[in-house]
């Protein structure tokens, strides 16, 4: 199939693209790599007048180490995020996401701003954007704000964004110490959206007791799910105390909105994700424990 007609749109800026959004309201789309919409749009399951193309804004591209934390400008490629070597030292989780998106042909054209605005909530980058604590920037008519990810994954497919606010980027804390990071998840194929998958972060005291935790969920709820309640009960215990599978169980038991479909029933999912809860928590912890 073909998409529906629209009328294309290539602004020089953001505050052009943003000003274009404003204008057109509800009848544009904005388009950055294209990885999701462009499929949907020949499907004919969406359907927008007017795309506005972000390809030509280079002030959206680009990573830079700020203190402690890392900037990357949400047009930048999930194929240049997965090659910086700044990235794979600081923001290591994310570095490691990469390669489980789609194929490589998908990584040089997908940008890591269009995957997270996208939402999916079997996406890797909303789900690591979620676990890390990052802060999501954007621009409108209105000037800059910067929403946290536990405040920006709203429903599925939908952000706390406005209709004329454009992701010109997202910061990631970078995590010091003794710290591991994991990321597992299970798809039926190479290259398709996890049915499953958990992305862990740890920090240990001197002393190998857990210091801070961050355990997020892909694709056990309409968005990315952050277990608060048992990273909570994890700090301040020796991280050889804690029972992996235990771990699993209990953070996907209390999962109330786990997606069935023709793949798999909700308990199957759930069964899925506490393991791979489990497997990621052991090699977090190893990693942490060797630093």
């Given at each position: 199939?073909?998409?529906?007609?629209?009328?294309?749109?290539?602004?020089?800026?953001?505050?052009?693209?943003?000003?274009?959004?404003?204008?057109?309201?509800?009848?544009?789309?904005?388009?950055?790599?294209?990885?999701?919409?462009?499929?949907?749009?020949?499907?004919?399951?969406?359907?927008?007048?007017?795309?506005?193309?972000?390809?030509?804004?280079?002030?959206?591209?680009?990573?830079?180490?700020?203190?402690?934390?890392?900037?990357?400008?949400?047009?930048?490629?999930?194929?240049?995020?997965?090659?910086?070597?700044?990235?794979?030292?600081?923001?290591?989780?994310?570095?490691?996401?990469?390669?489980?998106?789609?194929?490589?042909?998908?990584?040089?054209?997908?940008?890591?701003?269009?995957?997270?605005?996208?939402?999916?909530?079997?996406?890797?980058?909303?789900?690591?954007?979620?676990?890390?604590?990052?802060?999501?920037?954007?621009?409108?008519?209105?000037?800059?704000?910067?929403?946290?990810?536990?405040?920006?994954?709203?429903?599925?497919?939908?952000?706390?964004?406005?209709?004329d606010e454009l992701l010109t980027g997202v910061t990631f804390p970078v995590w010091r110490g003794r710290t591991g990071f994991a990321i597992e998840e299970f798809a039926r194929r190479a290259g398709d959206f996890a049915m499953a998958?958990?992305?862990?972060?740890?920090?240990?005291?001197?002393?190998?007791?857990?210091?801070?935790?961050?355990?997020?969920?892909?694709?056990?709820?309409?968005?990315?799910?952050?277990?608060?309640?048992?990273?909570?009960?994890?700090?301040?215990?020796?991280?050889?105390?804690?029972?992996?599978?235990?771990?699993?169980?209990?953070?996907?038991?209390?999962?109330?909105?786990?997606?069935?479909?023709?793949?798999?029933?909700?308990?199957?999912?759930?069964?899925?994700?506490?393991?791979?809860?489990?497997?990621?928590?052991?090699?977090?912890?190893?990693?942490?424990?060797?630093?």
């Amino acid at each position: 199939m073909k998409p529906a007609a629209f009328e294309y749109h290539a602004p020089a800026t953001a505050a052009e693209a943003v000003a274009l959004l404003a204008d057109l309201g509800d009848e544009a789309k904005i388009i950055a790599g294209g990885q999701s919409l462009v499929p949907m749009l020949a499907l004919r399951l969406a359907v927008f007048d007017h795309l506005v193309d972000l390809r030509k804004l280079e002030e959206l591209r680009g990573i830079e180490t700020r203190g402690d934390t890392v900037w990357i400008g949400a047009g930048t490629t999930h194929a240049a995020v997965g090659r910086d070597a700044g990235i794979r030292r600081d923001v290591p989780l994310l570095h490691r996401a990469t390669p489980l998106i789609g194929h490589f042909q998908i990584r040089n054209r997908g940008t890591l701003g269009g995957a997270i605005a996208h939402a999916d909530a079997a996406g890797e980058y909303p789900a690591v954007a979620l676990t890390l604590d990052a802060q999501m920037h954007t621009l409108s008519p209105r000037g800059q704000r910067t929403i946290p990810a536990a405040e920006y994954f709203t429903g599925m497919w939908t952000t706390a964004m406005e209709y004329d606010e454009l992701l010109t980027g997202v910061t990631f804390p970078v995590w010091r110490g003794r710290t591991g990071f994991a990321i597992e998840e299970f798809a039926r194929r190479a290259g398709d959206f996890a049915m499953a998958g958990a992305v862990v972060a740890v920090r240990l005291d001197a002393d190998s007791r857990i210091e801070r935790a961050a355990l997020g969920l892909i694709g056990l709820a309409p968005t990315p799910v952050r277990a608060t309640a048992a990273e909570a009960e994890l700090i301040g215990r020796p991280a050889a105390t804690v029972d992996a599978a235990e771990l699993g169980r209990a953070v996907t038991a209390g999962l109330n909105s786990v997606p069935a479909d023709i793949h798999g029933s909700a308990d199957y999912r759930r069964r899925i994700g506490a393991v791979m809860v489990a497997r990621a928590w052991h090699r977090a912890v190893e990693e942490a424990s060797n630093d």
